[in-house]
């Protein structure tokens, strides 16, 4: 029980450390919607692990009603877990995250089908994600790892990475900007298969366009030819 305590008590310590709109602990205990849903998750995976898996959902609702954070009890978080503003988080059953890692509001770790077995996201320590992003499917992110806000990231991160893009890519990584074997990571201009239907059926509009033209002017010739 001590150390259960230990445990929230480094929940509410990590906010000063990283929010310097936190002026005291009790506004911090009261108003951060992201310490609640951390405790509510403790609280749940107590009960989860005792295999009380429908007070573990019900706690875990309950938090999800109020704070706007959605965190599955059978979950793996460890120390210092700081939920930044909160509301739309999404963290799936089978995640695991690390010690001093931080996510923005809008996160999802979550899955990318109804495969069984592990099949949500891994964060190892200090790892950062940040607002929009989605990490989906049974990936790792490595130590020190940071994910761009609104990146999509479907493949495992080295340690020491900075992340970005639809897909991510890693940009840095131990301090060092990566060469980009591919195109620039420009992803507001991502692909629109409507317009590309639609200019696809264009082209081959001008080009029966072209061989029905054709076809009338060999007929044309013909008739001359005949008269």
């Known amino acids: 029980m001590i150390k259960f305590f230990k445990l929230l ?22 108003t951060y919607s992201g310490v609640h849903a951390v405790w509510a998750h403790r609280v749940a995976h107590g009960f989860y692990k005792r295999k009380l898996y429908f007070l573990a959902r019900v706690i875990s609702q309950f ?18 877990f700081f939920i930044d503003h909160g509301m739309g988080v999404v963290i799936g059953e089978t995640c695991e995250i690390g010690d001093n890692c931080t996510i923005y509001q809008g996160v999802t770790l979550g899955g990318t089908g109804k495969e069984g077995g592990k099949r949500h996201p891994t964060l190892k320590d200090n790892v950062l994600v940040a607002a929009g992003a989605k990490v989906l499917g049974s990936i ?22 900075t992340v970005v893009g639809i897909p991510g890519q890693v940009v840095v990584q131990n301090g060092v900007k990566v060469k980009k074997e591919h195109k620039d990571l420009e992803h507001h201009k991502l692909p629109d298969p409507v317009a590309e ?20 002017g060999v007929e044309n010739r013909d008739d001359d030819q005949a008269l």
């Open 197 to 216: 239907k639609c200019d696809l059926l264009e082209s081959r509009i001008e080009d029966l366009q072209k061989e029905l033209s054709r076809l009338r």
């Open 63 to 80: 938090s999800r009603f109020l704070t706007g954070i959605e965190i599955h009890p059978a979950a793996k978080i460890g120390r210092r």
């Open 9 to 30: 008590k480094e929940d509410l310590d990590v906010v000063f450390g990283q929010d310097p709109a936190a002026r005291n602990r009790f506004e911090v205990m009261l």
């Open 140 to 161: 790792t992110i490595g130590e020190w790892g940071k994910i761009g806000a609104g990146s999509v990231v479907l493949k495992d991160v080295p340690d020491n990475s």
